[in-house]
């Protein structure tokens, strides 16, 4: 049996689709942070011939051992990252408001182009 369990991380609160959906961007999250701290031990390691730690040695060890999407689920687990509940209405109200204004700009636009 896998740990955690799909029900001991959505609580009752959410469904596997949200849970999916959440531990996808924690796991974007978790490689931009691999590939930042990898990048960060290149540099180090490219002015200083005198180093002796290794390439991987500089790296956290949960980022370099393990998969982004076990890592995510682990730090959904212990509250780490949190799912939003309202993240997708935000996300809707956000995209109406950007739609209305592109609306509102091509109307000026094309108010202007008739005048002319």
Known sequence: MLHPTIDEL????FNRYELALAT???????TDEYV????????AQTG?????RSLLSMIDEELKDEKA????IGRIHRGI????????????LE???E?????????????GEEEA
């Open 81 to 92: 990252y949190v799912i939003d509940e309202h993240a997708a209405e935000k996300a809707e």
């Open 10 to 13: 959505t609580q009752g609160k």
């Open 69 to 72: 999407v076990k890592v995510a």
């Open 24 to 30: 996808a961007k924690c796991a974007r999250l978790i």
């Open 95 to 97: 995209a109406e408001a």
């Open 48 to 52: 200083n011939k005198e180093n002796d």
């Open 36 to 43: 930042r701290q990898h990048e960060m031990a290149e540099r």
């Open 99 to 111: 739609a209305e204004e592109a609306d509102n700009t091509e109307s000026l636009a094309e108010g």
